[in-house]
């Protein structure tokens, strides 16, 4: 669709929306562009998800014109949005690389023991165990950098914590907006990806694409 397409189709369909959904509306671009990710299964964002689901050609419209993709995964209930020049990638440090790629391995594994309803997560202490488990740390990664790397991906909605990061026995609640912003479809690639990272194979910096399917 070209621009004056999109433009006429925004248009058409944003003018006959009543004001308080035309300002909520403003409202979600703004969410969408700090975040990237909207899921259904946040508390905060429920609400957020079924509107943007509901006016899904507009929003589509609008962003198209700013040379954003909006997609919706219905199977996952994310909203994610994806500039086409590539300039919404996150420039992330190793540790951060390794401990994200760790995260997306935790959810696949967990995904296909809980129900649809449930939210997949896991302690500190387990993710503690993990990074152990590529040997390139001697000892525990400080409660300062992680607690950093988790507000990092809470920021973009895609993790969640429950307690302190200092306490094993805290939770960190996993999105399923993290499959997406890790483009890597099957979970031997991540596993590969994660001894090249802990090697440092892959240099200091890596990109991550927020991309939905």
């Known amino acids: 669709m070209s621009y004056r397409e999109d433009a006429r189709s925004f248009y058409e369909r944003y003018s006959q929306l009543e004001e308080r959904d035309q300002t909520r509306i403003s409202k979600l671009v703004n969410k969408l562009l700090s975040m990237n990710f909207l899921c259904r299964a946040k508390e905060t964002d429920r609400e957020d998800y079924y509107f ?3 006016y899904e050609a507009i ?36 540790n951060e690389s390794l401990i994200l790629l760790i995260l997306r391995k ?11 309803n449930d939210n997949i997560s896991m302690r500190i202490g387990e993710l503690h165990e993990e990074i152990l488990a590529t040997n390139r740390f001697d000892k525990r990664i400080g409660k300062s950098e992680l607690g950093q790397i ?20 805290s939770v960190l609640i996993l999105y399923p907006s993290i499959l997406y912003a890790v483009s890597i479809a099957q979970i031997e690639e991540v596993e590969r990806k994660i001894d090249a990272l802990a090697k440092g194979e892959s240099g200091n910096e890596e990109n991550h694409e927020n991309e939905a399917d």
Not at 61 to 81: G, H, P
Not at 153 to 163: Q, S
């Open 52 to 54: 943007c689901v509901r």
């Open 59 to 94: 929003f589509k419209a609008y962003f198209s014109l700013m040379d954003y993709d909006l997609k919706i995964n219905k199977q996952n209930e994310v909203v994610a949005i994806t500039n086409r020049e590539g300039y919404n990638h996150l420039q992330l440090r190793l």
């Open 106 to 116: 935790m959810y696949y594994k967990k995904m296909n023991t809980l129900s649809l």
């Open 150 to 169: 988790i507000r990092l991906f809470k920021r973009y909605n895609l993790v969640d914590m429950i307690g302190d990061v200092g306490d094993d026995d």
